[in-house]
């Protein structure tokens, strides 16, 4: 009960302070507008139209969504609210998990405001590709949850909001600005210690392909639009292992962080 009542608070006052506007804006200028656009503009068949909107979304999503989850305890802790929070019935854990659902409540509600407006401009510019919806809206529900996840145990393992802003800059730049300038750095430096071959590469290269969980959400949503089957054979060519590295995203920031929180000496 005490989660609930956490989290409920957390949607309220994300309300009141508009955030919840703010990140719906960005996620739909981020699926339907980029949609609405190569509509009008390309000649790209519905597949690859979503495919270029996911992508699109997948980098600049992310830092929606650590920014939005970054403050969720820190801010409690600067304000002191949260001596007053741990006073009453919820403990450090509940406070975690309520603003945990709540920050993800958030996003969710933008995901899928951004979905029905991809629907919208789907059937209006294409004419057809509704069956690519699902998995566009999933998908990037998951990868949205994902990095919510991770601003939330930021949130947590952190002792101001300026630190946690810090590590969620930091962390956006590695996996997602920089991602693909270190992952070809480390096929280089595999290719020339003799580790992967030109023609192939081997199996831990294919995971940090997908490591990042904006690559996996994509990974998995791009076996999904070009028919592939979700449990193959091959797990770098289905949409289940990018599936369990977006929940691997999902759990272990959020089990860190609590770990962090729950022995931190609050000021």
């Known amino acids: ?20 506007w703010a ?24 597949t690859e139209v979503f ?23 820190t801010g409690e802790r600067e304000s ?39 629907a919208v ?17 999933g998908f990037l529900c998951l990868m949205s949850i994902s990095f919510v996840a991770v601003g939330v145990g930021i949130s947590a393992a952190s002792a101001s909001d300026q630190r946690a802003s810090a590590y969620a800059v930091g962390l956006y730049m ?8 270190i992952y070809a750095g480390l096929q280089a430096g595999a290719s020339w210690l003799g580790l992967a071959e030109t023609a192939s590469q081997p199996v831990w ?5 997908i490591f990042p969980p904006h690559r996996a959400a994509t990974a998995a949503f791009k076996a999904v639009a ?14 289940w292992l990018p599936t369990l590295v977006l929940l691997g995203w999902v759990a272990v920031p959020v089990v860190g962080g609590y770990l962090r929180f729950r022995n931190a000496e609050i000021e």
């Open 205 to 209: 290269l294919q995971f940090l392909a």
């Open 51 to 73: 495919k270029l909107a996911f992508q699109s979304a997948a980098s600049v999503l992310p830092i929606v969504a650590l920014f939005l989850a970054k403050g969720s305890i």
């Open 174 to 181: 590695v996996l997602v600005a920089l991602w693909s300038l």
């Open 23 to 46: 990140v719906t804006l960005s996620v739909v200028l981020f699926t339907a507008g980029i949609t609405a656009l190569l509509g009008v503009v390309g000649k790209q068949s519905t």
């Open 80 to 118: 002191g609210s949260i001596r007053l929070l741990l006073s009453l019935p919820p403990s450090r854990r509940d406070i975690l998990f309520g603003k945990l659902i709540g920050r993800m409540s958030l996003m969710l509600v933008a995901a899928l405001v951004g979905g029905v407006a991809t």
């Open 226 to 239: 070009d028919g592939g089957s979700v449990l193959a054979a091959d797990p770098f060519a289905s949409a």
């Open 121 to 137: 401009a789907v059937v209006t510019l294409l004419g057809g590709g509704l069956s690519l919806l699902v998995p566009f809206i």
């Open 1 to 20: 009960m005490s989660v609930s009542i956490v989290a409920r608070k957390d949607i309220a006052d994300a309300g009141r302070s508009k955030a919840l």
